[in-house]
């Protein structure tokens, strides 16, 4: 007996026009299922297809329709699972973490930088010194620094020798000491149709060697004061580079990187923003000495010898060997300006140096550094749209309350002049009855003439609402571009995760709640969703429609009226313009539209 009421035993039965004892959602013999009707009942109607013998019975609850999908056969453990199963999920979208964290254990770090799928074995953990920097105070975003690059050969210094600072152990005293040379933000040229994304905009100095690794500049030291690290830096520098960074007086300890069988290795930003004068970097090259034996033939002379004489004689000399020395010059590194997402998307290998793997750490430090700066711009864009937004709502609920209070006063002295204008018109009526009697009939068509003009008079004095004058003054709409709104979200403009791909337009809803859940901790979820209540409702987000507004400008009486043929000029030149300012991810430049009043009211 099963417990559905099958075969060999009853159902219970629990009322509301529920199935019959026996007779379950299979029917009595647990064959051919019966299809599910209104009202609780079975009436015995087959389903269109068969159900495997493997799909367990399910009843509705008596008496109760349901809405329920078709149930699913149940899988046994030696079938393959269906081919939808099989299939790889949706990716998730990237999602920062708090930036306020800055000691960071190795379960940290990989989970903060998953591009990084190989990283240094001994790696121990890392700490971010750049937390302690109050947000929007580094001037790396506000300032771009020119430094020009010399790699050839005849440009390059002598390579100094190799350092004799041993290598530091954990229960050492040296530290490696280097030197994060981030040129800013560089902007984008106006007289340029294609602009540049904001990840490409910023380039990150390093040193190039022989064999294509990247490293930032610096070196073992023996001290580990930050002075004696900062006197170290600036005179390595100069030694490698030829830059001298004497009058950087600003360093900030940036990051951090321990290791469990070496001593720490502690990365410095400097101020170049604080250099007078444009930099210029150099490479590093060795002298070569080689020899070659190069083969220099006699000159034989033929006086007194014959043809054969001559020719043997040429060919039992042999020619002199010559011992020529050559010096050359073998580039050992390079400076080399990198784009940042070239740095972010790069990919490590298990045979590099320690110092090509601790060059991406430290990029990757930056860039995250650059984000808190960027997600605390976007936070205040979204606040204020908020703050701009509910100011707008409660204006425009205090303008409806203001039109209903009006209406109301006028409907209340349009009821007192027509309850007047019905107290006089009674009056008449009952003085023009008493005139009437002892008239005649003509008498009274002829003064019924009269008495329609004066109660149409009197219907017509009915108070008017003022007509409206249309303002007549000339308007432009000018729509504002904050340069630095684009440059925020572009920076997590990503798609695909991937930061060397052109800016779609779109940032994911998912991401901007959490880069603002990251910026500040005290925000709820409806403090979040508030904030974004302004870019729509989509799964992505349009920040086009962010760092745009819109502003109304009188256009003076001077200006002439444009003619329709020029108007049609503009028109098309403003979409020539807008086309390609969408394809150039905003253009820095007004765009004005000329309207007048009674347009803007309609």
């Not at 009436?43 to 109760?64: D, E």
């Not at 409806?526 to 502003?551: A, F, N």
């Not at 109304?552 to 503009?570: K, N, Y």
């Amino acid at each position: 007996m099963n417990r559905h009421g099958g075969r060999g035993g009853p159902m219970r039965n629990n009322g509301g026009g529920g199935r019959q004892a026996g007779r379950g959602f299979y029917g009595p013999q647990g064959g051919e299922p019966r299809q599910r009707m209104s009202g609780g009942q079975n009436r015995g109607m087959p389903m269109p297809r068969a159900v495997p013998s493997n799909v367990r019975s399910q009843p509705y609850p008596a008496g109760k329709p349901s809405n329920r999908p078709p149930q699913q056969p149940l899988r046994n453990s030696n079938t393959a699972p269906p081919k939808t199963d099989r299939q790889a999920p949706q990716q998730q979208p990237y999602m920062e973490h708090s930036f306020s964290l800055k000691h960071r254990t190795l379960v940290d770090h990989r989970v903060r930088n998953p591009h990084r799928r190989i990283g240094c074995p001994t790696l121990l953990r890392t700490i971010a010194h750049w937390v302690s920097f109050p947000a929007l105070t580094n001037p790396v975003l506000t300032q771009h620094v020119p430094i020009s690059l010399k790699t050839s050969p005849e440009d390059c210094l002598t390579a100094p020798e190799e350092s004799t600072a041993e290598t530091p152990t954990a229960s050492g005293s040296t530290i490696n000491v280097r030197a994060i040379l981030c040129q800013g933000l560089k902007p984008n040229d106006r007289n340029s149709t294609v602009k540049s994304s904001v990840l490409k905009r910023i380039t990150m100095l390093s040193k190039r060697a022989a064999d294509g690794q990247l490293s930032c500049y610096g070196g073992h030291c023996d001290s580990t004061t930050q002075a004696d690290a900062v006197a170290f830096l600036k005179e390595k520098i100069k030694k490698d580079t030829g830059l001298d960074l004497s009058e950087v007086k600003t360093w900030y300890k940036f990051f951090e990187i321990q290791y469990s069988d070496a001593g720490p290795t502690v990365f410095y930003l400097p101020a170049l923003w604080e250099l007078t004068e444009e930099g210029v970097m150099q490479g590093t090259a060795r002298e070569v000495t080689s020899e070659r034996t190069e083969l220099i033939e006699q000159e034989l002379s033929r006086e007194g010898m014959t043809d054969e004489e001559f020719q043997q004689a040429k060919a039992e000399l042999k020619p002199e060997e010559k011992i020529i020395t050559e010096v050359k010059k073998v580039i050992e590194s390079t400076p080399t300006a990198t784009a940042l997402p070239t740095l972010l998307h790069a990919e490590l290998k298990r045979d590099y140096s320690r110092d090509t793997h601790e060059a991406h750490y430290a990029c990757d430090a930056l860039d995250e550094f650059i984000k808190r700066d960027m997600a605390t711009k976007i936070n205040r864009k979204l606040l204020f749209r908020e703050t701009e937004a509910n100011e707008a709502a409660v204006r425009k609920e205090q303008e409806a309350k203001d039109r209903d209070e009006l209406k109301r006063k006028r409907e209340e002295e349009e009821k007192e002049e027509k309850e007047k204008r019905q107290v006089k018109l009674e009056e008449l009526k009952e003085k023009w009855e008493a005139e009437d009697q002892g008239k005649t009939d003509d008498e009274k068509r002829e003064a019924l003439i009269e008495r329609k003009k004066i109660m149409s008079e009197l219907e017509g004095t009915k108070d008017e609402l003022e007509p409206t004058t249309a303002d007549s003054r000339r308007y432009r709409t000018i729509l504002d571009v904050d340069q630095e709104c684009i440059d925020a979200f572009e920076f997590f403009d990503r798609p695909n995760n991937n930061p060397t791909h052109k800016p779609s337009g779109f940032v994911s809803r998912a991401r901007l709640e959490n880069l603002l859940m990251c910026i500040d901790d005290n925000l709820c979820m409806g403090d979040v969703e508030g904030r974004l209540s302004t870019t729509g409702k989509g799964y992505s987000v349009s920040y086009k429609m962010i760092y745009t507004t819109e502003r109304r400008e009188l256009i003076p009486d001077d200006v002439p009226e444009a003619s329709p043929i020029e108007d049609a000029a503009m028109a098309e030149e403003d979409a020539e313009q807008s086309h390609e300012q969408d394809a150039a991810m905003a253009e820095d430049i007004p765009v004005a539209e000329e309207i007048t009043e009674g347009e803007m009211a309609e």
